[in-house]
């Protein structure tokens, strides 16, 4: 069965920082991957996805992440945090077998000015 | 293009009372649909999924069941609620072909507390 594991339930950045989330994936087959932005009270919007094309993936706002099949993991990543940044981001990765996704457990970022 | 909407999207219900959830997809035809729950401090969890009308799979033995009596249309119920019902519902759809397959859309979610 597919999982993934998020590193940190909570991280904090100041405004300007790197931004790095980690996501290590168990898969025995490739795997697709994702990540997810949920806003306080909201659905999850989707940030980026991996399908086997190219290993970094560019999604919104800013965001990327990197496929490493050597690691396991497709950590995501932004340059310069923003204060609109701070919300919660999951990692996912599909479950073929029943055409849905499996989330880790969330990692709220916070951005401190 | 595709929309999903979910409700109603706050819900306050005493231990015991039914629960109806109802969630309905536009824009797209035979969506496989999914309902997941979202527990205080934790992530999701996959409590159904549909992939056509009549046709449910339970992921997790629980207090809630699920129906699908119309292609779009995805319902989230209980006969008696408890207060492990408590949280945040997300409905979702997937496409099963095409540039977006694969990529699950969430409705905006319906939280519940059961008091």
């Known amino acids: 069965a597919q999982s993934v594991t998020q590193l940190g339930s909570h991280v904090s950045v100041s405004e300007g920082a790197l931004v790095l989330l980690r996501c290590n994936y168990s898969?025995?087959?490739?795997?697709?991957l994702f990540w997810y932005v949920q806003y306080p009270n909201q659905g999850l919007q989707l940030l980026l996805k991996?399908?086997?094309?190219?290993?970094l993936v560019k999604g919104i706002n800013g965001f990327e992440a990197e496929f490493k099949k050597s690691e396991t993991s497709f950590h995501l990543t932004k340059p310069s945090a923003h204060m609109s940044d701070a919300a919660e981001y999951f990692c996912a990765v599909s479950d073929t077998g029943r055409r849905a996704l499996t989330f880790g457990s969330g990692t709220r970022l916070q951005v401190q000015p | 293009s595709q929309t999903i909407h979910q409700w109603p999207a706050t819900l306050v219900q005493p231990v015991g009372s039914p629960l109806s959830l109802e969630c309905t997809v536009e824009g797209t035809s035979n969506p496989n649909l999914y309902w997941y729950r979202q527990a205080a401090g934790r992530g999701l969890q996959l409590l159904f999924y549909?992939?056509?009308?009549?046709?449910i799979s339970s992921e997790v033995p629980q207090n809630l069941s699920a129906s699908r009596p119309q292609d779009r249309q995805f319902i989230l119920s209980s006969k008696k609620l408890l207060l492990s019902d408590s949280g945040f519902y997300l409905c979702a759809w997937i496409l099963t072909g095409g540039p977006g397959a694969n990529v699950l859309t969430f409705g905006a979610g319906s939280r519940l507390t059961v008091l």
């Open positions: 991996y399908t086997s094309a190219a290993t």
């Open positions: 898969s025995s087959v490739p795997p697709y």
């Open positions: 549909s992939v056509g009308i009549g046709q």
